[in-house]
């Protein structure tokens, strides 16, 4: 038998996925931001220079390949390189209405170790907003995932933020950073020793020596913030106040992607049972990445979360999408009745009713086994006899309650009971 491959999984059925989809949709109907969908593969090169060089991202967690025309290409391991490389080509900063936001779904590949919360195929909802250094637009980004977690009622929620400042304080924290890190080189990885003559801030970010005391009391970022971007982030935590998004100071979150500037930002679950992948989302400001891949001078802020992530800390917290069953389900009971039965079933799918029906030529038992299966709450007969005089069989699948009803009240009947009925016994 071929099975999946390691690290990817099968979505089946109903359940949070579609329900989270939606709620993506609206959300961000809400907030006015358009929808944008970009190839799952792109250029190798796009990475590279996007994300980084120096990241375990490009590094060791890329899926390439060479393409039949001899081109080297790469599964997207993330969402923002992509929406910056189309954001360029089809010349979004020409339109004169900015800021240019916009949201995607879909999925992202990473060749990582596979362990609760991180897999090689994963699913990211996330934002990008280009054209805006306005600290508004940090603070509006950062209350997408926090209002999304509110709507979902999901507690135990974290928000950490940092900033990594305009480019000249990080220039001036890598020379620090390069000072300090001179004398510990023996305590850190050996790819940390490469990272050190590349991009020494990537040596804050490696899973190896995460937990050594030399990175723990290396300079930390916000002691190098020069007066710009110190007022930028006071801004950014000004408006979260404004939102009533309770945040905390964390100097220690620098993204695992080259691209960042000034705010950053993790939000994490503080779940019984979650485990160490509890970073729900991220994201931040990367001011320089769209010139960075030869397009316009253009500020940019985003984030992603990782639906896999979500979906496991709502299961953790009891918070569950059941499939509230279907409306109605309808049962020819003769071949005759069949086409009558299958009009019935386009007219009221049509009309915005959950509706299925028998495909199987199921005797009257096993139908109303089948009604139970599918939590129907009105089964709907229709044999000979009710073609015959223009009538319907209803039946409640709550009281098990049955009655005849003209054919052409259907509609009517079903919109009555199914939005509040007055029977006083099937609370329907
Ligand atoms: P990231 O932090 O690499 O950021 O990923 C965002 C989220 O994707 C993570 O917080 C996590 O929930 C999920 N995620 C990442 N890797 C995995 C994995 N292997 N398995 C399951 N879930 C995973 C970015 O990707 C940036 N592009 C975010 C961004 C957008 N920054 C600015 N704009």
């Known amino acids: 038998m071929i099975q999946r491959p390691k690290g990817t999984n099968d979505v089946i059925g109903g359940g949070a996925n579609p329900y989270l989809e939606n709620l993506f949709q609206a959300l961000m109907d809400r907030y006015n931001y358009e929808y944008i969908r970009t190839p799952i593969f792109e250029a190798s090169e796009l990475f590279h220079r996007g994300v980084g060089e120096t990241t375990d991202i490009v590094t060791k967690e890329t899926y390439d390949f060479v393409d039949r025309g001899n081109r080297k290409m790469t599964l997207r391991p ?59 637009t940090d603070a509006e980004v950062i209350s997408i995932p926090v209002n999304i977690y509110k709507m979902l009622a999901l507690k135990g929620i974290k928000v950490n933020i940092n900033s990594l400042g305009d ?30 003559n590349k991009n020494p801030l990537r040596i804050l970010d490696c899973k190896e020596d995460a937990n050594k005391k030399t990175i723990k009391e290396a ?14 982030f006071e801004k950014v935590q000004e408006y ?33 049972g979650f485990g160490s992948q509890n ?37 953790l917290s009891g918070i569950n999408f059941e499939n509230v069953g279907i409306d109605a389900y309808v049962v020819p009971l003769e071949e005759s009745a069949k086409k009558v039965a299958l009009a019935l079933t386009n007219d009221l799918r049509l009309n915005g009713f959950i509706i299925d029906m028998d495909y199987m030529d199921r ?18 007969i229709i044999g000979e006899e009710e073609i015959k005089n223009g009538t319907l069989k209803v039946k409640c699948n709550k009281t098990k309650k049955e009655e005849v009803i003209e054919f052409k009240e259907i509609m009517v009947y079903l919109h009555e009971k199914l939005s509040g009925c007055d029977c006083g016994e099937c609370k329907h």
């Open 167 to 196: 480019e000249e304080s990080r220039n001036k924290y890598r020379e620090a950073l390069k000072k300090y890190f001179k004398s510990h080189l023996k305590d850190l990885c050996e790819d940390c020793k490469t990272r050190y």
């Open 78 to 136: 993330e969402g923002t390189a992509g929406v910056v490389r189309s954001y360029i080509e089809n010349k979004i900063y020409g339109n004169p209405s900015i800021p240019f936001k916009c949201w995607y779904y879909g999925p992202m590949f990473r060749y990582e170790r596979p362990q609760s919360g991180r897999s090689r195929e994963f699913y990211q909802f996330g934002v990008e907003v280009f054209g805006s250094n306005d600290p508004l």
């Open 240 to 272: 979260l106040k404004t939102m009533n998004i309770e945040y905390q100071i964390n100097p220690n979150i620098v993204r695992g992607l080259d691209y960042y500037t000034h705010t950053v930002f993790e939000v994490e679950a503080d779940i019984e």
């Open 363 to 380: 005797n009257l038992k096993s139908n109303f086994k089948q009604a139970d299966r599918l939590k129907a709450k009105f089964i709907i």
């Open 279 to 315: 970073v729900l989302c991220g994201g931040g400001r990367y001011d320089g990445l769209v010139k960075s891949l030869d397009g316009p001078d253009t500020s940019g802020v985003g984030f992603a979360l990782g639906m896999e992530r979500l979906i496991s800390a709502l299961d």
């Open 219 to 232: 300079p930390v970022m916000l002691d190098y913030l020069n007066e710009g971007s110190k007022l930028h």
